[in-house]
Each structure stands twice: as structure tokens, then as C-alpha cells.
């Protein structure tokens, strides 16, 4: 089983930007889609973003305006871009992708996925 590896996450203020990155080392990132979770302290894993082996990007509703998710086939790498961060942002970060061929992608399933990260920290704070 191949899994992805996220990396890109650390202590950071309220208000700053950063960017997190998913590599999938022995397949190729384009070729499936890909999506990017978070799970905070005591709660459920939630959806963030979520991007079709076609190109196309989702957001979950509550998610849009402060994220924003990118893929760079050449480098195949998936990005999470968040800016203006909150405390409330503070969580694991975790990158999947989905091997079925199946269309379209998921922010509210994590079934969907088939290989997932290990997690990168994302702590906010002053």
C-alpha cells in the first residue's frame, strides 16, 4: 500500500498564510483525485477540499474563501493553501487520494479514499 506524505505544517500566528504539500511517492497524483481533510482535537475528521482526476476543485461550504487547492502535475504534488489562519484552524492536516476511478471527488465521504498521510500539524497560535 502507497501512502501519500504530507508536510508544510508548524506553529504559525493568527493571520498568517502557508502552504501544505502532498507527494505520492509510486503513482501519479493526476491520475486520481485527491483530496485534503483536517481533524482537531476531540472532533471528527471534517472535509476541506477535494480535487477530480480531470482538474476540477470543491470546497466544502464552510471551507471557501480561506483555502485553496492546487495541484502541480510536473512536480505531482497537491497543495492546501490557507491564508489569514485562525486558532480555530489548529488541527492535523491530512492528504488522500482515490484509486477507484470513480468521478468527481468527496469532501464529506472519507471511505472514498483508498491511501492517506500521516498527518501534518497545523498549530495557531500568538
Known amino acids: 500500500q502507497v501512502q501519500v506524505v504530507e508536510s508544510g505544517g508548524g506553529l504559525v500566528h493568527p493571520g498568517d498564510s502557508l502552504r501544505l504539500s502532498c507527494v505520492a511517492p509510486?503513482?501519479?497524483?493526476?491520475?486520481?483525485?485527491a483530496g485534503w481533510f483536517r481533524q482537531a482535537p476531540g472532533k471528527e475528521r471534517e472535509g476541506i477540499s477535494c480535487?477530480?482526476?480531470?482538474?476540477?476543485?470543491y470546497y466544502k461550504n464552510s471551507m471557501k474563501g480561506r483555502f485553496a487547492l492546487s495541484r502541480d502535475s510536473a512536480k505531482n504534488m497537491v497543495y492546501l493553501d490557507i491564508i489569514n489562519v485562525k486558532p480555530e484552524d489548529t488541527a492535523s492536516y491530512y492528504c488522500a487520494t482515490d484509486s477507484s476511478g470513480a468521478p468527481g471527488c468527496s469532501v464529506y465521504y472519507t471511505s472514498n479514499y483508498d491511501s492517506w498521510g500521516q498527518g501534518t500539524q497545523v498549530t495557531v497560535s500568538s
Open positions: 480535487i477530480t482526476n480531470d482538474g476540477t476543485t
Open positions: 509510486g503513482f501519479t497524483l493526476k491520475s486520481r483525485a
